[in-house]
């Protein structure tokens, strides 16, 4: 199957480029980079030498739809929701990594935004890629919304207990951190090696664009209104976010037996790993990886339930969840190019 990434020079679109080059199914035809044409990859990201001379070209739509057959839309928030349906009415398959489609509410998304919202009949195609809970509507469709790195850890690790009624749904509280290459390859003061190196930094409290995402999800899978503290983090390393959640249980289930709720809930997907009693993931351990790893502490003494959620933000979180969409659109094996062992140390 032919392939083409827009938006080829960001992280997310040189990770999947990495991915789709170990495919067994998939064979990269075209990377667009509006800012980069006449370039190689190579040129951009020398690590890529000898490995992939792919030139960097401009947009053209009707070239594209004649020499692939599926367009992966790595660009920032705001430009794909013009792009892609041009693509889509000429039947290609279409994976978006952006945020234009995840939000059913025109209004929400330009809110949190601020930009101007896709047409609103395209939103109601889109089918949100998480790929673990939305799987039958994956494989019927050919245009995926791909979750956001936050969303993907906090959903995962939420999701088999709110579905099941056992979490106060106004009582979550979200503690996330992210490393810096989630704010992309782009220059900017806050992600500067002096300001960002041994420091620790809280960021878009209340305003983050990925709430509305997390409590649209939450609430249709609960069918309850769902509100939710969010805060996120910036931390001192490239790769990786945690999501620390707490929540007060309706009824108190023991750490033993949410462990074995939730490794029945995900029996049959490869990539979410349960961590046993008395011990918790870190970021470390999904490193480079398409896993989420997921650790519990039920505390009696508070009656709360503490969940802590780890992934790969530019792996699970972006192109390693939208090549997982992929196999599963094509009836693929699920894992198809994506079984790296996480690095470590």
Avoid at 78 to 83: E, H, P, Q, T
Wanted: proline share 4%.
């Amino acid at each position: 199957m032919k392939a083409a990434v827009i938006g080829g020079t960001g992280y997310s679109a040189i990770e999947l480029i990495r991915i789709l080059h170990h495919h067994p199914y998939v064979e990269l035809e075209t990377v667009v980079s509006h800012s980069k044409t006449g370039n190689e990859l190579q040129d951009i990201y020398p690590h890529l030498t000898s490995i992939m001379q792919t030139p960097l070209t401009g947009l053209d739509v009707e070239e594209i739809c004649h020499t692939a057959e599926v367009v992966f839309f790595a660009t920032p928030s705001g430009i794909s929701k013009d792009l892609l349906p041009g693509f889509l009415n000429k039947g290609v398959t279409c994976i978006d990594l952006s945020g234009d489609f995840r939000l059913k509410s025109r209004e929400s998304y330009e809110k949190w935004y601020h930009h101007e919202a896709a047409e609103e009949s395209y939103l109601n195609q889109a089918v949100y890629g998480l790929s673990e809970i939305y799987s039958e509507q994956i494989r019927k469709s050919s245009f995926i919304s791909n979750p956001g790195c936050y969303p993907t850890a906090t959903l995962l690790a939420l999701l088999p207990a709110v579905q099941k009624g056992l979490l106060n749904n106004q009582s979550i509280i979200i503690d996330a951190k992210s490393g810096v290459s989630g704010a992309g390859r782009g220059l900017s003061l806050g992600t500067h090696y002096g300001e960002i190196n041994e420091n620790l930094r809280a960021y878009k409290l209340g305003a983050h664009q990925h709430i509305p995402e997390i409590e649209q999800i939450l609430q249709h899978e609960s069918g309850n209104p769902v509100t939710i503290s969010f805060s996120t983090h910036l931390v001192p390393m490239t790769r990786g976010i945690m999501c620390t959640i707490y929540a007060d249980m309706n009824s108190f289930k023991t750490t033993k037996e949410m462990i074995e709720l939730y490794e029945a809930y995900f029996e049959k997907h490869p990539f979410v790993r349960i961590r046993k009693e008395g011990t918790l993931p870190s970021t470390k351990g999904v490193y480079g990886s398409n896993y989420c790893d997921i650790g519990f502490y039920a505390d009696e003494r508070t009656g709360r339930l503490v969940i802590v959620s780890v992934i790969d933000n530019l792996v699970k979180g972006a192109s390693g969840q939208a090549v997982q969409n992929l196999n599963i659109l094509k009836g693929w094996d699920e894992t198809s190019g994506l079984l790296h062992v996480p690095m470590y140390p």
